[in-house]
């Protein structure tokens, strides 16, 4: 079975920076995993903020950016805001795309 | 404008059948590159990738779960039905539906993306 590993929880100071990761245990990730990230805030549903490992959806952030750092997938906040405190979770497409695999979350505290 | 929106029990016993539905409007799920996807969430823990249709019909499913799902989809009336056999408590959970794509307007493959999702719907297991 196939495991995506985020840590588990992270915490920035506001204006600060903060990358979260996204570990595959098939291996390193790569473009071809089309990372996809969402952040998610309690009670509500998940919202989409990056796909294709780098792409921003037309409703994120400039302050959030993906990228693949070190064989994992990342995600960087930079300029951390009060409102950017959620988990956060990545998704990997394995199969050319054809089955999706959420990771264990990032809580990202900012304090 | 895309919207999702997930019906169905808020509550089933165990070793029952869960069937939820996905109404949906802004897309067209005839659309080529187009699909739907299932995703849960229990309380507090993470979220689980558990099916997805395609616009050609092909479907996915989560490997762990596969023997005990069924995605559906209902192109006129713009609908995708889920269901679990054998609920278990272990299945309480928030269920969401999502919205998915893989071209872009060119036609260029983007792999897998989910931008839109519903609002989620929590069924909860007990006898």
């Known amino acids: 079975q196939t495991v995506v590993t985020q840590e588990p929880s992270l915490t920035v100071s506001p204006g600060g920076t903060v990358t979260l990761t996204c570990a595959s245990s098939?291996?390193?990730?790569?473009?071809?995993?089309?990372a996809n990230w969402f952040q998610q805030k309690p009670g509500q549903a998940p919202r989409a903020l990056i796909y294709s490992t780098t792409n921003k959806h037309s409703w994120t952030p400039a302050r959030f950016s993906g990228s693949l750092l070190g064989g994992k997938a990342a995600l960087t906040l930079s300029g951390v805001q009060p409102e950017d405190e959620a988990d956060y979770y990545c998704l990997l497409f394995y199969g050319n795309g054809q089955l999706g695999v959420f990771g264990t979350g990032t809580k990202v505290t900012v304090l | 404008q895309i919207t999702l929106k997930e019906s169905g029990p808020t509550s089933v016993k165990p070793s029952q059948t869960l069937t939820l539905t996905c109404i949906f409007s802004?897309?067209?799920?005839?659309?080529?590159?187009?699909?739907v996807g299932w995703i849960r969430q229990p309380p507090g823990k993470a979220l689980e990738w558990l099916a997805l249709?395609?616009?050609?019909?092909?479907?996915r499913y989560s490997p762990s779960l596969k023997s005990r799902l069924t995605i559906t989809k209902d192109t006129s009336k713009n609908q995708v039905v889920l269901t679990m056999t054998n609920m278990d408590p272990v299945d309480t959970a928030t269920y969401y539906c999502?919205?998915?794509?893989?071209?872009?307007?060119?036609?260029?493959?983007?792999?897998?993306?989910?931008?839109?999702w519903g609002q989620g719907t929590l069924v909860t297991v007990s006898s």
């Open positions: 999502a919205h998915y794509y893989h071209y872009d307007s060119s036609g260029y493959y983007l792999g897998g993306i989910i931008d839109y």
């Open positions: 802004g897309f067209s799920l005839s659309t080529s590159g187009v699909g």
């Open positions: 249709i395609y616009w050609n019909d092909d479907k």
């Open positions: 098939t291996g390193a990730v790569t473009s071809g995993y089309y």
